[in-house]
């Protein structure tokens, strides 16, 4: 996750995280990327069940009903103690369709006494008024709503027709509620045209945080591997976005803007501030090593409905073991397993130009899942690092 409001438009210094000492249980929610400690932000998929059929949906949600598999409420509140007493600072509930499950507000309730972050990732076109007043009496940080277009070109990814309409009202009754709300967007040929649009839907609805998601080839988003973009392509559309986050912060409007899954943006942002402020450069690098780049294994976690542990929420065809036979906590710090223990330290097994690029303190080898969809070899080549050959060194 790069924050491109954070980094290129000065939002945070170098100084703000070292102020909390760098520890997870200490820091704001805007610094815990850059936390020392690197305790994992979790992401629950708790329900596969979803009311949309999204072309590029990573844990393959579908309508079925899978609520004999899912994770009890009873088992979902084990899970929520165990990650608290262990020290991740967020739990993000998502799905499938999070709000198709009726015990959530009971779940986020738990979270928060816990002393938990909660946070929801939806599409939004089920938040209803009364339910966004529920999320608010129960002190949900922040709703993250998927939009990948305009109308008909959301609805196209969608697979229902007025999903977007549905969405937008379901973003009025968060922010009517007082609650935090921002976009996902999944960013492909398809629509990255769209990105214009979507800047101009945040300002139109005073909505406060979007993130750029890079695509990252898992489950139906696998299919799309051949709709990527090119490299030049990617480089447009992100000097796109630094220019157009540059633009709100000189008007005065301090949106919070982020691009995720492509770890190849910190040192493209670094690059492009040595040409334009050589001491913000400076402080920027400092901020990149903090964060260290990818953090799939370490930083970032999921579990899914049944209760599989995840190295990220799209590497959904390999478990550690399952929470419902042994605690998160315990399969989380459990490097018996080969892979956990090369993740934790994946910088030392990265081939290719990964392991010779100049960056790779600060990228930590970029995405694994794409690397390995697009190669075979889990430790081969990100196919979408788009620095060039001098950039690298």
């Not at 994770?71 to 007493?85: F, M, P, Q, W, Y």
């Not at 890079?214 to 490299?231: F, T």
């Amino acid at each position: 996750m790069i924050g491109i409001s954070k980094l290129y438009c000065g939002a945070v210094e170098a100084s703000d995280p070292l102020r909390y000492g760098r520890q997870s249980s200490k820091l704001p929610s805007h610094l815990l990327q850059f936390s020392e400690d690197k305790k994992p932000v979790v992401v629950w998929n708790m329900t596969k069940r979803c009311n949309l059929k999204c072309v590029h949906c990573y844990a393959f949600a579908e309508g079925e009903d899978y609520r004999g598999r899912e994770l009890s409420t009873e088992e979902g509140k084990k899970l929520i103690e165990d990650l608290a007493e262990f020290g991740s600072p967020v739990i993000l509930f998502s799905g499938g369709e999070p709000l198709l499950r009726k015990d959530l507000p009971d779940l986020i309730d738990h979270a928060v006494k816990k002393g938990m972050r909660a946070v929801i990732s939806t599409n939004g076109t089920l938040i209803t008024e009364e339910k966004a007043k529920i999320f608010q009496r129960l002190s949900l940080s922040y709703i993250g709503v998927s939009l990948d277009g305009i109308g008909e070109i959301n609805d196209r990814f969608r697979g229902v027709r007025n999903a977007f309409e549905r969405a937008i009202e379901g973003i009025r009754h968060a922010k009517r509620a007082g609650i935090k709300v921002g976009l996902r967007f999944t960013i492909n040929k398809r629509n990255y045209m769209e990105i214009p649009k979507i800047f101009d839907l945040i300002e139109e609805e005073g909505i406060e945080r979007v993130c750029f998601y890079h695509l990252v080839y898992a489950g139906r988003g696998s299919k799309l591997i051949n709709e990527d973009l090119s490299p030049g392509e990617t480089r447009k559309v992100v000097d796109y976005i630094l220019d157009r986050t540059k633009t709100f912060f000189d008007r005065g409007r301090p949106i919070e803007v982020l691009t995720v899954d492509n770890h190849a943006d910190g040192p493209y942002i670094y690059l492009r501030l040595l040409k334009e402020d050589r001491k913000r450069a400076e402080e920027v690098y400092k901020l990149l090593l903090m964060n260290e780049g990818n953090a799939s294994g370490v930083g970032i976690a999921c579990v899914d409905e049944e209760g599989n542990v995840h190295a990220d929420q799209f590497w959904r065809h390999y478990s550690f073991g399952n929470v419902r036979e042994r605690p998160f906590s315990e399969i989380w710090m459990d490097t018996t397993d080969e892979l956990m223990a090369k993740l934790k330290r994946k910088k030392e097994f990265v081939r290719g130009r990964c392991s010779k690029c100049r960056w790779l303190s600060v990228c930590g080898g970029n995405f694994r899942v794409r690397a390995e969809a697009a190669t075979g070899d889990i430790w081969g080549e990100d196919p979408q690092c788009y620095l060039t050959d001098e950039e690298i060194g």
